[in-house]
């Protein structure tokens, strides 16, 4: 099961620069689209989302872009700080509210 | 901040025997998942349930799989005879009956190991 499909298992960025973390999909019916993020023994952390309706979301630091046309969505951290080093995961949702998840992003910010 | 909590955080147990993971949502929210991420892989989907009942339900939620809101805070989540491949960590999550209902929350997991 490929819906969902984060390219990228690692990314590496430099505190204070952007991290841009990618994530593909396949199914056109997805209603949302959401990134969560995930320490070593912690369940993943909601961050921020976005309607299938919309093309952009902000909330602080964060910013998601969704092209529909690409079925193509990314997630900008800016500035990125070293407490941002986790697993991003890129989840979907359908109407009947079950999250598709992809394999996840490990994204290290050095100092 | 309320949060999503689990317990226990480590189960291990033996083939054949059955365990119940437990959960306690977020306390206005209505809707209850559990998911489940066997190492290595995806998180994967396995229940959703709402007003006391099974919304969704995927493959892997066979009939050895039981979830059960037994009182107004618990969630639960059996498995009634376990195989080596239950091994996984399972979340469980919750969101509310709002506008936002799309946000699920996850609690920290248990992690399940299966001898």
């Known amino acids: 099961d490929q819906q969902v499909k984060q390219n990228s298992p690692s990314l590496s960025v430099q505190e204070g620069r952007i991290s841009i973390l990618n994530c593909d999909y396949t199914?056109?019916?997805?209603?949302?689209f959401l990134w969560y993020k995930k320490y070593p023994a912690e369940g993943p952390t909601f961050l921020i989302s976005i309607s299938s309706i919309k093309d952009k979301n902000e909330d602080g630091r964060f910013t998601v872009f969704l092209n529909k046309s690409a079925k193509h969505l990314s997630l900008h951290i800016v500035p990125s700080q070293p407490g941002d080093s986790a697993v991003y995961f890129c989840a979907a949702l359908g109407s009947n509210y079950k999250l598709t998840f992809g394999k996840g992003t490990l994204l290290t910010v050095n100092p | 901040e309320p949060e999503v909590t689990q317990t226990p955080s480590h189960q291990v147990t033996q083939m054949g025997q059955e365990v119940i993971l437990r959960c306690v949502p977020i306390s206005n929210h209505l809707y209850f998942y559990w998911y489940r991420q066997i190492l290595g892989q995806k998180v994967e989907f396995l229940v959703s349930f709402y007003n006391n009942e099974i919304s969704e339900k995927s493959e892997i939620f066979d009939d050895q799989f039981s979830v059960e809101r037994p009182d107004g805070s618990n969630f639960t989540l059996k498995i009634r005879s376990t195989k080596l491949e239950d091994s996984a960590m399972y979340f469980c999550?919750?969101?509310?009956?709002?506008?936002?209902?799309?946000?699920?929350?996850f609690g920290p997991g248990t992690r399940l190991t299966v001898t």
């Open positions: 999550a919750s969101s509310a009956r709002t506008v936002t209902r799309y946000e699920q929350y």
């Open positions: 199914n056109s019916m997805f209603d949302y």
